[in-house]
């Protein structure tokens, strides 16, 4: 019996995401405070959050399979996270231009009803190219990425921002690492292929 498959995220791009597998599946906001803990690091919040969205609505549905899944911008062990709007943004890319950011991706995977839980993080260096101010105000006038970690979406104009990426896991800087999540699938028992 093949158990049901749920995403515990609203996020569009993570949906997408998953999506690319071919699988059916349910999507259930996870409702978790995204507050990081004082000193927590990027990677560890990225963690924490992956892990608890999955459990939160594991716990709504035990019988399910429950992906979780979070990015954290790092910028130099700071943590960035969405904008939410247009000065944030500014803010946001004029501090990343010329640097390289680490996007900490983190999954998890959860099925209470067989006791499976398991969580990996896909870090992500991404160079950014040293942009003028007129360079940023016209990306985000074009692209305005505020739901975005680090202001920048890679699978749009946001490419044109960076010099350079490094992934072994090429769908982790959109929001899902997929190589991981497949990985994990499986060993929940989720028929892939």
Do not use: W
């Amino acid at each position: 019996m093949q158990r049901q498959v749920i995403l515990g995220s609203t996020s569009r791009y993570r949906r997408e995401l998953l999506s690319r597998l071919h699988i059916p599946f349910d999507v259930q906001a996870p409702e978790v405070d995204e507050t990081p803990a004082p000193a927590e690091t990027p990677a560890a919040l990225a963690q924490r959050l992956a892990l608890a969205k999955a459990q939160a609505v594991a716990e709504r549905f035990p019988q399910a399979v429950v992906i979780g899944s979070d990015q954290v911008a790092d910028l130099e062990g700071e943590p960035l996270g969405k904008p939410g709007d247009h000065a944030r943004a500014i803010a946001q890319l004029r501090r990343m231009r010329g640097h390289t950011l680490i996007f900490q991706t983190a999954v998890a995977v959860v099925c209470r009803a067989t006791g499976f839980e398991q969580q990996d993080l896909a870090p992500v260096r991404v160079r950014f190219r040293d942009l003028n101010d007129a360079a940023i105000e016209r990306y985000l006038q074009l692209e305005q990425p505020y739901d975005c970690a680090g202001s920048a979406k890679s699978e749009g104009l946001g490419i044109a921002l960076l010099e350079a990426i490094d992934s072994d896991d090429p769908t982790a800087l959109v929001g899902l690492p997929l190589i991981r999540t497949c990985r994990m699938l499986r060993a929940a028992g989720v028929d892939l292929l």
